[in-house]
């Protein structure tokens, strides 16, 4: 607590020497323990017997209803100081005419002697529960204002003016709302008898009477009197006070069904809520609930706690968007802004990568992650296959890695439980062509395959082929199996997106596509579907599919080829023939199957995957950028570039933690990781040997994990540094001050092209220039850790 000086300096408030007049207050005399006692008790709340029987502690002006003679009222400075607060946004107490005339002990003349003895969401909007009360008759001058007798001799809290209305000379934020916020904070912690304090020195109150009545009656199931209320605070909308009046119908309907006053529930549905407009889908969910059998199926069908559970107090915050906040406070407020702040700086921070929930939150910093925590060391490399690798996918339990092949084989690998042990758990063969795409079931208990034309479904346990589907003309370029289990869906450049059942016995159109599907994505809510193609620009957008006229051996493309059926993921885009067609980016809304974006684009698009919210669609561009687009708002919202990908199809990914970070191969033989909202690039990974990095996946149950697969044949894991691989780094460090490591000489070598190869629970230093492990000549010899 402070007061001013002379020189108008906030100092600390003083105790003076204790009057020997007990009717004299000193100005600077602050409340002791023992005096607030004695202002409970000298003060009790104004509707307790005491209260009422002392009838000369109640001003004059407690009410207007009050008053008996109109004129009297007028001329009473303190009745023209309740005119000033008619305005139920006004928070400020006002300033005393008569600073003088200390005001006599009693209620407020704000009226908060009104509000009956009950609390308002745990507190009394009067008392502080510790014999702190509101009072708004405080003086504005320097000396005290007096809250109370006591027998120890009367206290006071000194008001505190301060010039302007913000919070600081160089600050934007408004004093009040600062303060009403502190009040509201230190209310709902427990701290009443400071923000009784608080009140009382800055002026300000948290809330008026009237919303603190307002919220009584929703606690209490008052409804008429709720009703009233809302109309007085403050809403002008019309539409808005009839939303806000039909939840608080619901609420009471529900409740009236649930106590089995059916007659009565039914008045409120007719002559209450179908006069407010509802939509007829809502209305009539709400009349079916008549027919529950009991509370409890109520309760199940509405979704609904009961009236004895949570639903007033979640009312009151669903009212909260209809009445000024200003009116209002919305609850926690203070809480929610500095969680709004910390998100704000973890979706700032472009290496985070670790959950919020377990991300430690200061308020004296601000939060800063450095790489630590990213998976940027080589730890295993998987050798498995004997040509090009094009497609790599987690299983959504993270323990599988399947990968697809140029040799025609897809292989299922599994990893140990502290990722380490990898082997080949299955691998699948039977492909008369290249395996160029794959997906798991949700369930990882079976695998889809495509090898040209063909769909091949895989049991991923025994590695036997179920079924084999040969419905598509053409390539064969994307599979996505949907996440409720109940199909999967096939795309290719025969312009047909299918739409199969479980078992592959049945089939349909799911969409008729105006392009060459390259590839398409599904979004995890199953809003939307994403693909990109082309198409030629002598058809028409809606041309009908025209059949393959020639198929390529191998996994690249002719010249005479846009892309080579059986290219799958390796196939090489318009390789030395003029652009002849244009390439599509198309969006489609699965509810109704109609487009929703269609638009034409320069260069050739390669992939597409979507966010985890759903939100944005990551598409990869040659010759060297990557497209985020936003899918709300049908627009593009960043642009990553950097990597290299004219002439292969190149496939990237969102990882990370809530998909913070956007990773890409590239056909210079490295991986690019960039931070997803800043566009900013974080690391350009060296491990791969020559030709394309096809494509990356992000562990979905290791944040710290992602793999990628390339033309040299193999599959390489990148993980997060662990404390046995920064004791590596710095043996490595002396290594190099001593030029050998295992007769390896190490002069020409840096630190960035030198990760770390993981065998079993011992980790060896992997020479990515070498492309083996430091000091041996690498055999070459296929497998993982063992």
């Known amino acids: 607590m402070t007061t001013r000086d002379s020189n108008s300096c906030l100092q600390p ?51 207007r209803s009050l008053s008996t003679d109109p004129s ?29 005339t200390p005001p006599a002990a009693g209620p407020s003349s704000r009226g908060l002697d009104g509000l009956a003895n009950s609390s308002t969401n745990g507190r009394t909007p009067l008392s502080n529960g510790h014999g702190f009360s509101s009072y708004n008759g405080l003086s504005n001058g320097t000396g005290g204002v007096p809250n109370g007798n006591s027998k120890h001799g009367k206290t006071s809290i000194t008001r505190v003016n301060l010039p302007g209305s913000s919070l600081y000379e160089d600050s934007n934020v408004d004093r009040e709302e600062f ?28 809330e008026s009477q009237e919303v603190a009545q307002f919220k009584q009656y929703i606690l209490d199931g008052s409804w008429s009197k709720a009703e009233d209320s809302l109309t007085r605070l403050g809403s002008r909308n019309e539409a808005k006070l009839w939303d806000a009046k039909f939840l608080i119908y619901r609420q009471k309907y ?20 179908s006069p407010l407009d509802v939509e007829s889908e809502e209305l009539h969910t709400l009349s079916s609930l008549i027919m529950c059998t009991n509370p409890d199926d109520l309760r199940q069908r509405a979704r609904w706690d009961g009236a004895v559970g949570t639903s007033r107090r979640q009312l009151l915050d669903d009212l909260h968007h ?9 609850n926690r407020r203070f809480s929610t802004l500095i969680q709004q702040a910390h998100v704000h700086q973890l979706q700032r921070c472009i290496y985070h990568n670790i959950p919020a929930n377990a991300t430690p939150l200061s308020l004296y910093t601000d939060h ?86 063909i769909v091949k479904v895989w049991n991923t346990k025994t590695g036997q082929c179920l079924r084999t589907l040969t419905e598509h003309l053409e390539t064969v370029t994307t599979l996505h199996w949907l996440s409720d289990g109940s199909g999967f869906v096939s795309g290719g450049l025969d312009r047909k997106i299918i739409y199969w059942s479980a078992d592959g016995k049945t089939h349909e159109s799911l969409v008729i596509s105006p392009i060459r599907v390259i590839d398409f994505a599904i979004a995890p809510d199953f809003s939307r579907l994403v693909a990109v193609g082309l198409d030629s620009v002598d058809s028409k957008l809606f041309s009908p599919p025209t059949p393959s006229s020639t198929r390529g051996a191998g996994g690249r493309a002719t010249p005479s080829e846009p892309l080579n059926p059986g290219s799958g993921n390796g196939g090489q885009l318009n390789a030395g023939r003029p652009n002849s067609d244009t390439r599509w ?58 990597q290299k990908q004219g002439r292969h199809i190149i496939r990237s990914c969102f990882g990370g933690i809530d998909g913070n970070f956007v990773v890409s191969g590239s056909e210079d033989g490295k991986v690019y990781v960039w931070h997803r909202d800043t566009g900013a690039p974080l690391e350009i990974l060296s491990g791969h040997g020559e030709g394309s990095v096809n494509s990356v996946a992000w562990n979905p149950k290791n944040e710290r994990m992602f793999a990628s697969c390339s033309d040299d044949r193999t599959i390489r894991i990148w993980e997060a540094p662990s404390t046995d691989d920064a004791v590596a780094a710095t043996s490595l460090s002396q ?31 992997w020479d990515s220039a070498t492309g083996s492990v430091a000091g041996d000549s690498g055999s070459g010899t296929p497998s993982t850790r063992t």
Request: aromatic share 6%; charged share 20%.
């Open 322 to 330: 209809y009445i000024p906040p200003s009116v209002m406070i919305p």
């Open 368 to 453: 800063q992650c450095d790489n630590s925590a990213f998976p940027r060391i080589n730890t295993t490399i998987l050798t498995g296959h004997a040509d090009e690798v094009w497609h790599i996918v987690w299983s959504h339990k993270g323990d599988f890695l399947a990968s697809a092949s140029k040799d025609r084989t897809a292989i299922i690998w599994r990893v140990g439980s502290e990722g380490t042990d990898w082997e080949a758990h299955q691998i699948l063969r039977e492909h008369p062509y290249p395996v160029g795409t794959l997906t798991w079931s949700p369930d990882d208990s079976m695998m889809l395959t495509s090898a040209d034309h």
């Open 585 to 642: 980016f198309i969006v489609y809304d699965l509810t109704t199957r109609q487009q929703e974006i269609a638009k034409s684009m320069e260069g050739d698009l390669t992939s597409v995957k979507i966010s985890p919210d759903s939100q944005y669609a990551l598409v990869n561009h040659s010759p060297d950028e990557i497209h985020m687009w936003d899918l709300n708002l049908g627009r593009l919202a960043r642009k990553y570039t950097g």
């Open 254 to 273: 529900l409740e009236l069904l649930e106590a089995e006053k059916t007659t009565a529930a039914l008045d409120v549905l007719r002559n209450e809520i």
């Open 13 to 63: 408030a003083t105790i003076p020497p204790p009057s020997t007049d007990p009717q004299r207050v000193h100005p600077g005399q602050t409340l002791s323990p023992d005096n607030a006692l004695a202002l409970e008790q000298s003060h009790p709340p104004s509707n307790s017997p005491l209260a009422l029987e002392s009838s000369s502690l109640v001003p004059a002006t407690r009410s």
């Open 735 to 765: 290594l190099h001050d001593h030029g050998s490591l295992y007769g390896h000489d190490l002069a020409g070598a840096s630190s960035s092209s030198l990760d770390y190869k993981g065998k079993g629970k011992i980790r060896q230093l």
């Open 72 to 100: 009297s009222e007028i001329d009473h400075p303190r009745a023209r100081k309740r005119q000033r607060l008619d305005n139920p946004t006004q928070m400020r107490f006002p300033e005393s005419d008569q600073p003088s």
């Open 179 to 206: 303060v009403r916020l502190v009040l509201q904070s230190l209310r709902d912690v427990g701290y009443t008898q400071a923000a009784a304090t608080l009140e009382a020195e800055s002026g300000y109150s948290m």
